[in-house]
């Protein structure tokens, strides 16, 4: 029996509409997280550095409403930092990529409480046993050492950025914000 003219099909599955559905929440989760991030621009203001004037708690006092208001920014400066430092151990690169996208699917981008074996597991069980994943795979990669200093330097970055960097100006700025979204306006420009 031959089978002339007939149309071959596929072997590979078709993307269903709960498959879709699913990378288009991940998208809108992803951007949203994003969204928190704060331009460039306003964070590497050369006219917004200089020493605190009021000794070590006016230096903690920065710090603390920098790294609140900066937190994306300084989480992707320490990702980015950590990526640096593990170029030359290709293995740990990708055991690190390989763990950034399980962190998204399983902490990040779950909508709905994970489920295994027909019990639901918390989000602070999830965290434990990711945080513990991460360290443990990321210690058998031998890259250890660079690994913590590029953590180290990330957060000496981040502290020495969250000190210098004037506050003064980011309330004006949430002012505005606020004031601009009731007006139409935008305080922030595009980075």
Not at 70 to 91: D, E
């Amino acid at each position: 029996m031959t089978n002339y003219g007939a149309i071959p099909t596929s072997s590979h599955p078709i993307p269903t509409s709960a498959n879709l559905e699913y990378i288009s929440r991940a998208k809108q989760r992803i951007k949203s997280g994003l969204a928190t991030r704060r331009p460039w621009k306003l964070m590497f203001d050369l006219h917004s550095f200089g020493l605190p004037r009021g000794g070590f708690s006016a230096a903690i006092s920065r710090i603390k409403t920098n790294l609140a208001f900066f937190r994306m920014n300084y989480a992707i400066v320490a990702l980015f930092i950590l990526f640096l430092s593990l170029l030359y151990h290709p293995t740990s690169l990708i055991v690190f990529i390989a763990l950034m996208a399980i962190w998204m699917f399983l902490y990040f981008l779950r909508d709905e409480p994970l489920v295994v074996i027909g019990r639901q597991i918390d989000d602070r069980t999830i965290l434990i046993c990711l945080s513990v994943l991460t360290v443990a795979l990321l210690l058998l990669t031998k890259a250890t050492a660079n690994i913590v200093g590029a953590l180290v330097i990330g957060a000496v970055v981040v502290l020495i950025h969250a000190a210098v960097r004037k506050t003064e100006d980011l309330f004006l700025d949430e002012e505005a914000a606020t004031a601009g979204e009731t007006s139409g306006l935008t305080s922030y420009p595009s980075s």
